[in-house]
């Protein structure tokens, strides 16, 4: 039978939940019996380094890092208070101090990778009916094949077909075209009897060739970044239909709970502004590559 002690709690982020410190139990024990499947190759005997979480608030009132905390983490990783769930308990000796503080006394962040199950992300709202009027289009043109009498390069053939395309592009030669771009497009062109997709960015940049007409594949990646949850959609810019939904947990949550305390861990951590935005690019790739799959 658990012996919860209900003066102390623990609140584990960013899933939101509180609690309450249970004597005869590890981290890893308290979460797999509260109904919180984590990751756990060796089945919490502390062999794996699968369990790794954050100590973000009372890590002084753990236990010393284990020898397979020790052998499993970096120094780093252990100075900032990462720590593997089945070595970490509760020190008997804080407990009389803990039950006269305000709870929560301890918060612990758990990452993304630790968590086997997907917790429930709100990905679908309102349609307030906005028009799209996105900086990537397409464009398709059919343009004229080369003769001796007339020579002109491929690129020049290009933008006089473009420039039919009425009040698009106010001067084709005012265009710039991406390097990479240019050099696929003698191939591209002869792909397709000389029929082309452009794909502009903001009217006044050639950023890919496409051989054939590819108009309707035209997507794109809108990301709800909330403090908690981020959540990404992969939707046809011509005409907004949402193909696919990914979410994933805020991994900033590891450096605070809300936006004041990221704000502070970057004033006091040289490299804070590095960590922060890095952990939500990370994230935000792999929600992009969940969408693509």
Known sequence: MKNNNFKITIDFEPISRRLYFARDENIYQLLINSGIRVRSLCGGLGTCGKCKIMVQKGNKYLNPPTD?????????????????????????????????????????????????????????????????????????????????????PDLERVLISLSSKNGIIKDVNTLLVEFEALKKLPKILREENHSITITLYDNNKI???????????????????GTTTLVG?????????????????????????????????VNNNEDGLLKLSSAVVDALNDIIKKNCA
């Not at 594949?217 to 990301?223: K, L, R």
């Open 68 to 152: 397979s905390e020790k052998a499993l983490l970096t120094p780093t990783e252990i100075n900032e208070s990462w720590r593997l769930a089945c070595q970490s308990r509760i020190a008997e000796n804080q407990i009389p101090l803990l039950e006269t503080l305000q709870p929560p006394q301890i918060r612990i962040f758990l990452p993304q990778e630790l968590l086997v199950e997907d917790f429930k992300i709100l990905t679908s709202g309102l349609n307030k009916g906005v028009s799209l009027n996105p900086n990537v289009k397409k464009l398709f043109v059919e343009v004229n094949k080369p003769n001796l009498e007339d020579p002109v």
């Open 207 to 225: 950023i890919d060739f496409e051989a054939g007409n590819k108009v309707d594949g035209n997507y794109g990646i809108a990301f709800d970044i």
């Open 233 to 265: 959609y992969l939707i046809n810019l011509n005409d907004g239909k949402i193909y696919s939904v990914a979410s994933a947990l805020n991994p900033q949550t590891a450096y605070g709970e809300d936006v004041i305390t990221r704000i502070t861990y």
